[in-house]
């Protein structure tokens, strides 16, 4: 089972996030929420993930912020993390990727663009029973 | 307002509306010749735009709007629906909605930034920006979308001089 973490200030947001990737073929994953960078921080301390699915725009610790952490941690940098902002362009996407996003999605997204990126995900063998 | 101007910002308003709705909601938001009057008991959002030029957008939406939104996003009776939903709803749909504004008026290699939105009864907001209104009809219900002049002066005609 896929454990995936999805960070947006918004409940609208995580909950419509959460049903695009059911749809996309994550509907047996273990889902968890955080509202903002600093509560997902401390959540994957606690709880490992396969993924990590998050907005740009967030009070507190905000999704650069939150990529920025999670690439230079020893123990988290190889965690991949999907942007999904509505304030993306194809300027900020590279800038994103440079610092090590998986991949950079606008909002509002759709099963199938979801399915598109991270079908590589959710079909690796990685799963640990 | 410049009529090429104005134009250019209508189908950028129209073509964020309707996806965004059409995404989100499964259904069709329509263009409305006369927008509807923002009242003070609408559920609104405002947000800003803080990069490269300073603007600001707002929704404003009567209640059974965000209620016939909220039954469809989440699912639920209109008695399960909470207040706290209903202005979460406001919030992302014009966190999106601008989004979509602003990337179809600038250049495609110009970023920008959108500051977070704050939700409410629409009463709470005032300003001293001029806003012009878009109206909207989802399956009969009003949305409307309130841009500020700076979003036609600044993105529609931009000149470096007025980048933040």
Redesign the interface.
Known sequence: MKRILIVDDSITARMFIKRCLEIAGCQDAHFMEAANGKDALALLKSEPADFVVADINMPVLDGIGLLRWIKSSPKLNMLPVVIISSASNPAQDQELLSLGAYAVLQKPISPPQLRAVIGGLIESPVEEE | MDTVAKEKLRNAVEQAVS??IE??AFTVAEPLETPPQETSDMIGARLPVLKPYAAELRLAMPVNTAQALAQE??SVTYDDITP??LH??A??FL??I???I??SL?P?????????PVAGSCSLFDSTQTFTAWGFSIDGNELIILTDERLVTAYTTPTASDAL
């Open positions: 996806a965004t995404n989100m996003l989440y706290d939903m979460d709803i919030g992302e966190n999106m601008a989004g979509a602003i990337r600038l495609q290699d110009t970023p920008f930034q959108l500051g977070l």
